[in-house]
Structures are given as structure tokens and as C-alpha cells.
């Protein structure tokens, strides 16, 4: 019995430990990239170009995963689109967790006309396909970082606040907001004070989900051209060169493609792992 | 008004739907237990929590007034009825399970509302949950007070619960069913607890509960109640000696005694039940007409 928790206790470790290492790995290498990146990401040379990664033959050295068919460093790239991809994932999530769940939360405890406004622009929302409604608000708002961000806050703050707002319903219904009432506290110290603390677990492991989500989506819209400059590198963007020429290098498609799959896995893992960690209930 | 609480009239509806208190009359003194018994579904909770402002939004206060310490709070503002009842009432909740938040620690749970309501400053608010804790019989007050309710049994939360309930030195406790989600060990334990600390602080306490044994052990005066309609008040010893209406003679003959362990069951009879619901929809008539 006791070992049996021991086994799960370590387990949650190793979880947290794996993502959370590949988390800030790759936070380091985006923000160092400037001084430990081996090339420039732009830099092209078309001598160099199509160089497998390290262990194949005809490599050359500091060129660790290769070159594309440019001749650029794809470590290097990656690197650099590790930046894009945290900055979206960090401020697209961040932002996204702050709107979605404060009306998720509003909608849920206090009902009434709050929460009839709230669930019927949910509702109108979810009814957009949300890569199409993507596409569509870039379109509007122009390329660029801000509008990547912006896009996702847009399409996905629903996702919190409808997960928030059921959380918050069956938090509502205990006898402890009930006592808290009898005492005289007011809704929003309620709500606040009572309600959230129960509710936060879920929105951290949303917020890491979302995190990963917002990666993914950052790296469709780069994919299709549509989120930053061409110029700069992104996985999205290195994912579809790297398509191009998949017969001649595959590494070129397959490196960006790994990073993008290990980051979102980790923030889905890493949520999890804190849930399990720090919800007092579970504990 | 002489009574603490004072209930006139009281009538309440679910929303578009069926009447769920009749026109429900009932005072309770300073210092005074009263006993509110009836069947599951009579309405014994609802009152408890009309008094205390925490109906469901679905029911609605179709009329009457809820007197207390001569405040009628059906007739104030909600922010002004809240800090009301914040400062004069308090609750002891049926399930111990979901009456304390589980991600707060027990100390401020309790200090809550001696901080926010009534404007003490910390120190002296702990200082008070701690005297509490320890009146309840709690070992090692302090470790409890820094504990998630998690870390302690059902006994013990519910212990915590009628600390809580008292450490402002409320003039009314409502104690909604407070034993029934208790094994009956812990049951008697509590319920000697409830009874002790009722005298010790002289609160008047309203204890709704389906046990009529309860009631005998705890309550001065009780009401019984049947489908929201109060159909007998009296005081306990007169009640156990002779109950005045036929509905609650039925009860209190329902109740099982265990001396006897081959007597059966003595469910209320189908007739009493016929006579009761004749006088409910007489009653109904009279109102919707009157």
C-alpha cells in the first residue's frame, strides 16, 4: 500500500521533472539564443546547403542538425522560433486564462443575467470553426506577433471560460459558500476568496493546456504564412520549407516538428503534474 | 415583539410551480431550543434557510415577514440584511463534508467572519477560535486551526463547524439537521456538544431535524411541520405527554423504540395522512381565494 503510493508519488516526479525540464531548456535557449545559437538564423550559404545533422555521413561540424536547402542552421532556427513560440505561448495563454476565466467565473457563481450574456456568447462563439475565424481575424488585423496573440485570445478564451463556469456552479451549490453567506461576506469576497481557490487547480492545468495550444496554433498560422514575417524563423514556417524537401532532408521538417511536439506535450504534462501536486483535495 | 425571531405568515413558492411554506408562523425567545420536525420534503430547511437569506434562487418569498431582533429582514436591502444576519445569526450545516472550503486552512474559516463583520483585529480573532476549539473539545487546537479540513475526520469537522458557528457569540443558531450525515456514535457526541454549548453561550438555537428523539433530548418547544405548514407548536414535555393534533400522534407513535426488538415499524396511518392533506388543500382554497 504504501509502496504503491511511493511508485505513483515518484512517477508524478518523473513527470513533472521531464516536462518541466524541457520547458525551461527550451525558455534558456530562446533567450540566449542571441549568444549561444552556433550560426545566424539568417544566414544563408548555398554551399552549405542540405548538410544532414551530426551523426550522418558528410556532415560538417557546427552544424549540429543540419542545414536547409538555404544553407541555414536549423538548430539555429530552432532556437530563434523557440522564441516566437514561448512568447505566443506565454502571453496568448496568460491573457487568454485572465478573460476566460474571470467571465467563467462570474457566469457561474452569480447566474442570473451575467451568466445568460456570458453562456450565449459562448455559445455564438463555439459555432465558428476556429482555424477559419484564425485565418479571418489575421486577415483583419494584419500579420504580426500582437495579432497572433490577439487571434488566440479571441478564438480560445471560451475554452476557460466554459470549463471555469461548471467548476464554479457545483463549487456554488456546497454548504461552505452557504456558510460564508450566513456570515455576512459579501458575492465578490465569495467569489474570490471561496470559489477561486477551489477552482484554480483547473485553471492552472487549462493554462498549460492552452500554453500548448497556443503554440500549436501560432505554428498553424506561421505554417499557412499568415503569423509573423517570413523572414523571421518559426517552427510553423520552418515545418512548412522543411515539407518542400523532405526526399533530400527530412531533418529540415522533422527537427522543428519534434521541438513543436515535446513542447506541447509538455505543457499538457506539466499542467497535469501540478494538479496532481498541488490540489489540496487530491493531496 | 418579544421573541428573537419571530416568523409571520411566511409563505414560499418554487418559482412558477408549487407552494413550498404555507403561511409558516413560528417564534423562538432569547435563549430558547426549538425543535422543527416534519418529513423529508415539509419544508423544515427552507425555513431555517429563509432565515438566514440563503434560500435557492428558485423559491420565492411570496409573503410574510421574518422578525429578528425586531428587524423585519424581508423588508431590508440584501447588503443591509446580510451584514444583519452576518452579525446576529449563524449556521450549523448538515454535511460536514462541504461545509468547510477544502482548500482553505480551519483558522481563518473561522475568524472569517470576527475580522471582515464584526471588525476584530487578527490576534485577537485567533485567540477567540482557539478558546472556541478548545470548547469543542478539539486536542491540539492549534494544529487544527493550520489543518485542511481533509486532514480531519467527519466528528471532528463537524466539531469545527459548531465552533465556527458560535465564535461570534451569535444571538441565534440555526442547526440544519447537524447529526443526520454523522454515524450514530458521533451522533450522541455531537448532539451532547450542541446541547452544551447552547447553555454555556445562552444562544437561542433552531434545530430542524426529522428525530423526534432529538428533539427530546435537545429542544424546549417544537413545531411540526407537514407539506410547509406548521400543524402543531408545543412545548416538548406537553407534546411527548399528549400531541394535540392527530398528524403529529402519528408521528410520535411512528418513532421506532428500540426496548422491543421484535415490535414492527408503525408507519402514520393512510387516514391520518387523508386528514392532514384535506386540511392543506382546505387551507390552499382559503388562501388563493382570501
Same mark, same amino acid.
Given at each position: ?61 557546427? $552544424? ?15 532556437? $530563434? ?26 457566469? &457561474? ?18 459555432? /465558428?470553426?476556429?482555424?477559419? /475565424? ?41 454548504? $461552505? ?6 456570515? &455576512?461576506?459579501?458575492?465578490? &469576497? ?64 522533422? /527537427? ?28 | ?21 404555507? *403561511? ?83 483558522? @481563518? ?39 485542511? +479540513? ?27 439537521? +447537524?447529526?443526520?450525515?454523522?454515524? #450514530? ?29 432529538? #428533539? ?29 393534533? +392527530? ?19 408503525? @408507519?402514520?396511518?393512510? *387516514? ?8 392543506? *388543500? ?9
Amino acid at each position: 500500500m504504501l509502496d504503491a503510493r511511493d511508485m505513483v508519488k515518484r512517477r508524478l516526479g518523473l513527470r513533472l521533472w521531464l516536462s518541466g525540464g524541457w520547458l525551461v531548456l527550451l525558455l534558456l535557449a530562446a533567450l540566449m539564443a542571441p549568444w549561444i545559437a552556433p550560426h545566424d538564423p539568417l544566414e544563408q550559404d548555398l554551399f552549405t546547403s542540405r548538410l544532414p545533422p551530426f551523426w550522418m555521413a558528410g556532415a560538417e561540424p557546427g $552544424y549540429w542538425l543540419g542545414t536547409d536547402s538555404l544553407g541555414r542552421d536549423v538548430l539555429t532556427r530552432i532556437m $530563434y522560433g523557440a522564441r516566437v513560440a514561448l512568447i505566443v505561448a506565454l502571453v496568448a495563454g496568460t491573457a487568454t486564462m485572465l478573460i476566460g476565466a474571470a467571465l467563467g467565473l462570474i457566469a &457561474g457563481y452569480y447566474r442570473g443575467w451575467p451568466d445568460m450574456v456570458i453562456s450565449r456568447l459562448i455559445d455564438i462563439w463555439m459555432a /465558428f470553426p476556429p482555424v477559419l /475565424f484564425a485565418i479571418l481575424l489575421i486577415a483583419v488585423l494584419g500579420t504580426g506577433l500582437t495579432s497572433v496573440i490577439i487571434a488566440i485570445i479571441v478564438i480560445d478564451w471560451t475554452r476557460f471560460a466554459r470549463v471555469v463556469r461548471a467548476e464554479a456552479m457545483a463549487q456554488g451549490a456546497m454548504d $461552505y459558500v452557504a456558510s460564508a453567506q450566513v456570515a &455576512g461576506q459579501r458575492r465578490l &469576497g465569495i467569489m474570490l476568496r471561496e470559489i477561486l481557490p477551489n477552482v484554480l487547480p483547473t485553471i492552472v492545468a487549462l493554462l498549460t493546456l492552452e500554453m500548448g495550444i497556443a503554440v500549436i496554433v501560432e505554428a498553424i498560422l506561421s505554417f499557412v504564412n499568415l503569423s509573423i514575417s517570413t523572414d523571421d524563423p518559426t517552427w510553423g514556417g520552418m515545418i512548412a520549407e522543411g515539407r518542400t524537401s523532405i526526399h533530400q532532408a527530412w531533418w529540415v521538417l522533422v /527537427f522543428p516538428l519534434a521541438a513543436l511536439f515535446l513542447t506541447v506535450l509538455s505543457f499538457s504534462q506539466l499542467g497535469e503534474g501540478l494538479k496532481d501536486r498541488f490540489d489540496p483535495v487530491l493531496r | 415583539m418579544s421573541a428573537f425571531l419571530s416568523i409571520r405568515n411566511l409563505s414560499a413558492v418554487l418559482k412558477g410551480g408549487p407552494p413550498l411554506l404555507r *403561511s409558516v408562523s413560528l417564534d423562538v425567545a432569547a435563549g430558547e431550543v426549538r425543535g422543527l420536525v416534519g418529513e423529508s420534503g415539509a419544508g423544515k430547511s427552507m425555513i431555517g434557510k429563509a432565515v438566514l437569506g440563503i434560500l435557492p434562487r428558485a423559491v420565492e418569498v411570496v409573503e410574510g415577514e421574518i422578525w429578528l431582533d425586531g428587524v423585519d429582514l424581508l423588508r431590508l436591502k440584501p447588503t443591509e440584511r446580510r451584514r444583519r444576519i452576518g452579525a446576529t445569526a449563524a449556521l450549523i450545516p448538515q454535511d460536514p463534508m462541504t461545509a468547510l472550503n477544502p482548500s482553505r486552512r480551519i483558522g @481563518p474559516q473561522i475568524t472569517d467572519r470576527l475580522v471582515d463583520i464584526l471588525g476584530w483585529r487578527r490576534a485577537a480573532a485567533d485567540a477567540r477560535a482557539l478558546e472556541l476549539l478548545e470548547q469543542v473539545h478539539i486536542p491540539d487546537p492549534a494544529r487544527v486551526m493550520r489543518a485542511y +479540513p481533509h486532514e480531519l475526520s467527519g466528528g471532528m469537522r463537524q466539531r469545527v463547524l459548531i465552533a465556527s458557528a458560535f465564535a461570534a457569540e451569535p444571538k441565534l443558531i440555526v442547526a440544519d439537521e +447537524p447529526t443526520t450525515a454523522l454515524d #450514530v456514535t458521533v451522533q450522541k457526541q455531537i448532539l451532547r456538544l450542541i446541547a452544551q454549548m447552547q447553555a454555556r453561550h445562552g444562544t437561542a438555537l433552531l434545530f430542524v431535524t426529522h428525530d423526534l428523539g432529538v #428533539v427530546s433530548k435537545i429542544c424546549g418547544t417544537l413545531s411540526v411541520l407537514y407539506a410547509g405548514k406548521v400543524v402543531e407548536d408545543a412545548d416538548v414535555r406537553d407534546f411527548f405527554a399528549a400531541p394535540a393534533h +392527530p398528524y403529529s400522534a402519528a408521528l410520535l407513535a411512528a418513532t421506532p423504540r428500540y426496548t422491543d426488538p421484535k415490535a414492527g415499524l408503525n @408507519p402514520v396511518p393512510a *387516514s391520518v395522512i387523508k386528514a392532514v392533506d384535506a386540511e392543506i *388543500s382546505a387551507f390552499d382554497r382559503g388562501w388563493r381565494n382570501g
